[in-house]
């Protein structure tokens, strides 16, 4: 019996849609996939030279000790966002002859078979064998313990939250915001708190008893959920989040835009009462503490102008990215609606261009106290977001209006790519290429500034032409629109 | 209010629809019915839009409902679950199509409160998405969300499935009573509301119509025997 569950879930994984629905995305998964299993184990093993190069004389565990321990904050915050878990699949075995206690035990087993709990082994084994186990094999144990018992640890604790907690994304905020201040008090030298989590480790890892907790901590957290799924196995399908801070929220003001102003109300409640469109505007946002990158980077990319563009697409242009690049898919499961009652096709297109419009000047404004961090990240994501608002957004209606697949938005999460065909892929190239671009040919005339006017100044000119591209898309859109509307029915 | 003409639609080279003339006008209460595969979905679809038709055209007051988008204006259609908004809550949704008909949220409560004994008190203040709701939950909100506005043409699919007996027979008083300045255009394999209630009935079978009467030239009983396996 158990192993006809075993059998499905594998079933699942091979016939999931992620990997079956189009040849370009699974080969694209593919890639990633093997993307951060490389450069795991690339980190594993340049590892030791690295830092002998960078921090001479430093004991190589006790440095690692605290990027491990940096590594498993975030991978807990990572996951928090995005790792899914095995909820509702047990509802069809709940009236078979089934025990409720292996089905419990099966739904927290699944949950170990996420890419978050294989990604760090693939950093842990070769660097255990390769570092730990010959230098250091007094506390190889200690390590092996402590770093297996995390990635359970955290396994387990996000299952919990996840399961517990429904206010996910009201955390989202005030957790970004948590980590921004950290970051920049680290950075400042306020407050050392690398030092802190160096020390704290070296310590663990001397003590046998420090480094079994995680382990000892997992298992408690496995005996809970599993008596928790036991009981609960029943409510499995809770109510979907109502009482979410937030949910309720809608924005008078957009009805000054008319007709599209009702639409773009629709758009906000989506976001916020959806799992996945809530998923992407939260990826968006950690996309927020991209200066950051660019300043651990270190002084080359920080004063390099394609860096600092490379950071204003990333502040301004996530929200496109991410939500508007799958425009009217969020809406396929009420389009009959939409096209046949009281709206026109154009009030559609242009309630959607004016809302991601608001959303890129609203990240665009979250991010302007960067400008104390460094003075030219303002500069230059003020032209970026000019660049979004003139060449993206309208390069993803385009693209909306000649083709798009059915999304369900409250299914599945920031990892899903369901809505995603291979233009979507295919128009990335051109819209995150062009404005490095236009620098580049900007600036081998009239330097910084000729390679600035290069973007802004063509932006600007299809801003002065908004509505004759926009009735271009509408019209092009109509042309199209049985075609799409049936790819939303299925 | 509405004419067909000359009608094809062809799905992979199969003929699902063929209607070479058919027109409704207003006032009318029309019952469209047919076992499955009829066509009902697809001619309703094609009236909205919704589907390319590979021939003929559908006019709405004059205007070709594929060329022009007035008609969208003083229709209103709940076919299935794609006409329902799951993410919002039945007071925002009904809210969300009043908008859409010039209507300030307050005069659409007002509209759609007088229905209550429909809702049973298991809609409006449950705090409850639609797409919590139960499937006869969600049909009431799709059906009564089609008033909003005062719509010219109403059209509904299989109005009286997945609701309870005594819901059916309140959606049918609604048709009666909302009949006085609407077009009714409905579907059901219910013959007996089919019978009770329309004002002409419209039999299909195979994309083709084969019969189209007035309720006073076919009785309940012929209609059922018509639909009697031989």
Request: with cysteine.
């Amino acid at each position: 019996m158990k192993t006809q569950l075993l059998k499905h879930a594998w079933l699942e994984f091979r016939r999931s849609p992620t990997l079956t629905r189009n040849i370009i995305q699974t080969i694209l998964i593919g890639f990633l996939a093997l993307y951060f299993v490389l450069l795991m184990i690339g980190m594993a093993l340049a590892l030791r030279p690295i830092l002998e190069d960078v921090m001479p004389g430093q004991d190589l565990l006790i440095v690692t000790g605290g990027f491990i321990g940096y590594y498993f904050v975030t991978d807990l915050l990572m996951r928090y966002f995005v790792q899914k878990f095995p909820g509702l699949a047990v509802k069809p075995y709940l009236p078979l002859p089934f025990k409720k206690s292996s089905l419990s035990h099966y739904v927290l087993f699944r949950s170990l078979g996420s890419f978050f709990n294989f990604l760090p082994l693939f950093f842990l084994v070769p660097f255990f064998f390769k570092e730990i186990l010959p230098t250091y094999p007094a506390a190889a144990l200690n390590f092996a313990l402590f770093t297996i018992g995390m990635v359970l640890f955290n396994n387990y604790l996000s299952l919990g939250i996840n399961k517990y907690m429904a206010a996910r994304s009201s955390w989202a905020g005030i957790i970004i915001v948590g980590v921004m201040l950290l970051f920049f008090l680290d950075y400042n030298g306020y407050l050392p708190l690398f030092d802190y989590v160096k020390n704290g480790m070296s310590i663990i890892f001397s003590s046998p008893i420090l480094s079994v907790i995680p382990l000892v901590l997992s298992g408690g957290l496995y005996l809970f959920l599993h008596r928790f799924f036991k009981e609960e196995l029943y409510l499995e399908k809770t109510q979907s989040q109502q009482n979410l801070m937030g949910a309720n929220l809608s924005v008078d003001w957009f009805d000054r835009f008319g007709d599209a102003g009702k639409l773009m109300n629709l758009e906000l409640k989506l976001i916020l009462r959806s799992k996945r469109a809530r998923a992407y505007l939260i990826t968006s946002a950690l996309f927020l503490l991209s200066p950051f990158y660019l300043v651990m980077m270190g002084e080359v990319f920080m004063e390099s102008p394609y860096g600092l563009l490379a950071v204003g697409l990333c502040l301004t242009g996530m929200v496109g990215i991410n939500h508007g690049q799958i425009l009217l898919s969020w809406n396929s499961l009420h389009f009959d609606l939409l096209m046949s009652r009281g709206n026109t096709i154009h009030d559609i297109f242009k309630g959607k261009y004016y809302f991601l419009s608001l959303a890129c000047i609203l990240f665009f404004a979250i991010s302007i106290p960067y400008v104390f961090l460094h003075s030219k990240i303002l500069l230059y994501s003020a032209v970026m977001l000019l660049y979004n608002l003139g060449f993206s957004l309208f390069a993803y209606l385009f693209l909306a209006s000649y083709t798009a697949l059915r999304v369900d938005p409250n299914e599945g999460g920031a990892m899903s790519f369901d809505g995603f065909g291979i233009a979507h892929y295919l128009i990335m190239f051109p819209i995150m290429g062009l404005p490095f671009l236009l620098y580049l040919a900007g600036s081998t005339i009239g330097g910084e500034i000729g390679g600035l006017l290069a973007i802004v100044l063509p932006s600007i000119l299809m801003l002065i032409f908004y509505k004759s591209l926009l009735n271009g898309v509408v019209k092009n859109f109509r042309s199209h629109r049985h075609k799409i509307a049936s790819a939303f029915r299925k | 209010m509405i004419e067909i003409n000359n009608l094809r639609k062809l799905y992979n080279r199969t003929e699902v629809l063929n209607i070479p003339q058919l027109s409704f006008q207003k006032g009318e209460i029309i019952g469209i019915v047919g076992n499955n595969g009829a066509g009902k979905t697809t001619l309703f679809s094609s009236i909205l839009d919704l589907i390319q038709v590979s021939a003929g055209s559908i006019t709405s007051k004059g205007n070709d409902v594929s060329q022009t988008e007035e008609w969208k204006k003083y229709t209103a259609a709940f076919l299935d679950e794609g006409f329902l908004i799951g993410f919002l809550k039945p007071e925002e949704y009904f809210e969300f199509v009043g908008k859409l008909h010039n209507l300030t949220p307050s005069t659409t409560m007002e509209f759609v409160q007088q229905f209550e004994t429909i809702f049973n008190g298991e809609i409006l203040g449950k705090k409850k998405y639609i797409r919590d709701l139960s499937k006869g939950n969600q049909k009431k909100v799709g059906l009564i969300s089609a008033l909003i506005g005062n719509p010219e043409l109403v059209i509904w699919d299989e109005p009286f499935s997945n609701l309870d007996p005594s819901t059916q027979l309140r959606v049918r008083g609604l048709i009666e009573e909302h009949s006085a300045n609407k077009t009714f255009l409905i579907s059901s394999h219910d013959l007996n509301h089919i019978a009770e209630v329309c004002t002409r009935i419209v039999i299909l079978d195979h994309g083709n119509i084969v019969k189209d009467v007035l309720r006073s030239e076919m009785s309940k009983e012929a209609l059922v025997e018509f639909f009697t396996p031989a």
